[in-house]
């Protein structure tokens, strides 16, 4: 029992060292920050996921068995929540995605020409509220930040 | 022993990840390598904890998952709005002509 139970351990932290290798390994040969998103994706579910299986079958049913659980589900999540974040400011800071072009070149695509329903998100500042909240606003009241157009906040108006 | 060749393996990945934060062309190249590295660490703490047979570095571990994300969450936010502060109070910052906080 105990030598199979070890062997299962052995075999998800090899491949989870493995897989977090390879996320690595894709960080630094993809071409632009949305790929290197995507490859890091890898170590940070299945390369994590399988440490930490690997760790768990070695801890047992026990408090630390507890504690690595609630480390690998902040870790899922928290990947998840930055990556998105991480794109959102990317694409709206006016990079813009490598896709396969005409003769397979790699060319940066438009993602207005993909998918028309962006064009408004995009063209709308950058703001923590949903953007059907008031869709009439005035394009004039746009505020020029430092890093292009800066959404009129939240409860504008509404302060002293 | 098996913990040690895991470690080996976060080790490697880490320095892969130093090299694009070192290397990378934009910002967002250099947070994406940031949050590898504060994942890294984490799993760092953990496989060392295994390996010398003290699981107490989890608890390390697990304020660092935090941490991370609520580091990683405060740059982006400074990537938003220019600035750190409440999205309301950099608003009526600007409109009083004054830059935010």
Redesign the interface.
Known sequence: MGVVVDTLSFLALAAGGAFYVIGAIGMNRMPEVFTRMHAVSVSDTLGVGLLVLGMLLQAGVTLVAAKLIFIVLALWTSGAVATHALARAALHDGDRPLLAGAGDQLEHADPVALFPELAERLAAPLTSETPEEEPDKAPSEVVMGPRGPVGDGPGKGEGS | M??A??I???L???A??V??AL?GP?A??R???A??IG??A??LL??FG?MTGR?EF??I??TY??L??VG??AV?KF????ALGH??D???D?ERGGGGG
Do not use: H, K
Not at chain 2, 79 to 82: A, D, L, Q, S, V
């Open positions: 098996m913990f060749v895991a080996l393996a976060v490697a990945a880490l892969l990840a090299a694009r290397i934009t967002f190249d947070l994406v390598a949050n590898s994942t890294s984490v799993m953990a496989l295994f699981p989890l608890d571990g697990l998952v935090l991370n994300l990683i969450l982006l990537f938003r709005y220019g999205a309301q950099l608003e009526r600007r």
